[in-house]
């Protein structure tokens, strides 16, 4: 499958973004779903994710209460609403699809920049 996320931009604190990823070619109801984000110096790290069949939905802990992981399937479509910005929340935000949760051979989108100002 080949994902494109789009929506990122520059924000000021306590904003809200939403983020999209479409994908290309594959069908997103066949994947586990999840957002990524790499912030400047720091390895990619996983924000939330929503399983294939369930809907299960896992954020982290810095993302709960804020950020909501929704997927459309017939659109096939994934978004990551994200609320009550902060300025470390600033990254580069993935896209990503697995079979398996743990997202070990995902399948990537190019990146969308979210910049949050203070």
């Known amino acids: 499958v080949q994902l494109q996320a789009s929506g990122g931009g520059l924000v000021q604190a306590g904003d809200s973004l939403r983020l999209a990823c479409a994908a290309s070619?594959?069908?997103?109801?066949?994947?586990?779903m999840g957002w990524f984000r790499q912030a400047p110096g720091k390895e990619r790290a996983l924000v939330a994710s929503?399983?294939?069949?369930?809907?299960?939905?896992n954020y982290r802990d810095s993302a709960q209460g804020r950020f909501t992981i929704s997927r459309d399937n017939a659109k096939n479509m994934v978004y990551l609403q994200m609320n009550s910005l902060k300025p470390e929340d600033t990254a580069i935000y993935y896209c990503?699809?697995?079979?398996?949760?743990?997202?070990?051979?995902?399948?990537w989108g190019q990146g969308t920049l979210v910049t949050v100002s203070s």
């Open positions: 070619a594959g069908t997103l109801s066949s994947y586990h």
């Open positions: 990503a699809a697995d079979r398996n949760l743990s997202f070990l051979r995902a399948s």
């Open positions: 929503i399983a294939k069949i369930t809907g299960r939905t």
